[in-house]
């Protein structure tokens, strides 16, 4: 059978025969299956190719979002203390609730004071929602995660967390992550996947951009 010319295709079916450099090293760039290429770049720790948030980044978002919440939390407070502030002065005609201690507080004060404690809890809780729980669970971002570049997300998933993680999520970090000693929040500064007791119970991660 006359063999093909040198350089010519093979004739359909035929496989295309591979030629080998010499000392039969592959081709720069490629290396068998299953085996890393020399010279690629290792993989860095994350989530969807994205590396988990350092401590720094999160402590600056955590203080951003302590120092905006406190704001507006206390712009909204300003009419309950108003309504407090004034109603000291319906005190009983001849008492003096500075100077006399026998005097009773009037009822209209009472009133006031107890309705303002609770409008302010409700508010707080509100407050919670729309500030941090729905954020997350929409975005994965408060205003201070956004300062940050960093983003809350599903471990699993890369997207941002369900609203039912993120409010589980809150509610551990609000009154158990930092119970003892903050112990709940250091723990990201050991954990593999950079996770806080928040982190771990929700499912979630922190996330750079």
Same mark, same amino acid.
């Given at each position: $059978?006359? +063999?093909?010319?040198?350089?010519?295709?093979?004739?359909?079916? @035929?496989?295309?025969? +591979?030629?080998?450099?010499?000392?039969?090293?592959?081709?720069?760039?490629?290396?068998?299956?299953?085996?890393?290429?020399?010279?690629?770049a290792p993989e860095i720790p994350g989530v969807g190719g994205?590396?988990?948030?350092?401590?720094?980044?999160?402590?600056?978002?955590? #203080?951003?979002?302590?120092?905006?919440? /406190?704001?507006?939390?206390? !712009? #909204?407070? *300003?009419?309950?203390?108003?309504? $407090?502030?004034?109603?000291?002065?319906?005190?009983?005609?001849?008492?003096?609730?500075? /100077?006399?201690?026998?005097?009773?507080?009037?009822?209209?004060?009472?009133?006031?004071?107890?309705?303002?404690?609770?409008? #302010?809890?409700?508010?707080? =809780?509100?407050?919670?929602?729309?500030? @941090?729980?729905?954020?997350?669970?929409? /975005?994965? +971002? /408060?205003?201070?995660?956004?300062?940050?570049? !960093?983003?809350?997300?599903?471990? =699993?998933?890369? +997207?941002?967390?369900?609203?039912?993680?993120?409010?589980?999520?809150? =509610?551990?970090?609000?009154?158990?992550?930092?119970? *003892?000693?903050?112990?709940?929040?250091?723990? $990201? =500064?050991?954990?593999?996947?950079?996770?806080?007791?928040?982190?771990? !119970?929700?499912?979630?991660?922190?996330?750079?951009?």
């Amino acid at each position: $059978m006359p +063999q093909a010319p040198a350089g010519a295709s093979p004739p359909p079916g @035929y496989p295309v025969e +591979q030629t080998m450099p010499a000392g039969g090293a592959p081709p720069t760039g490629s290396a068998p299956p299953g085996f890393p290429v020399a010279g690629a770049a290792p993989e860095i720790p994350g989530v969807g190719g994205r590396p988990f948030a350092s401590f720094g980044a999160r402590l600056i978002a955590t #203080l951003v979002d302590a120092v905006v919440g /406190t704001l507006i939390l206390l !712009v #909204l407070s *300003i009419p309950f203390i108003a309504w $407090m502030i004034a109603s000291w002065g319906t005190e009983p005609d001849g008492c003096n609730l500075d /100077t006399d201690i026998g005097c009773q507080v009037s009822d209209g004060f009472a009133a006031a004071v107890g309705a303002s404690i609770l409008a #302010l809890i409700l508010l707080s =809780l509100v407050f919670a929602f729309f500030y @941090y729980i729905r954020p997350i669970a929409k /975005t994965g +971002q /408060t205003i201070g995660r956004r300062v940050a570049n !960093v983003r809350v997300v599903d471990e =699993l998933t890369g +997207q941002p967390p369900s609203l039912g993680k993120s409010l589980v999520r809150y =509610l551990i970090s609000s009154f158990i992550s930092g119970a *003892i000693f903050y112990l709940g929040f250091l723990w $990201m =500064l050991w954990d593999d996947k950079k996770q806080t007791w928040h982190d771990k !119970v929700a499912g979630t991660v922190v996330v750079g951009e």
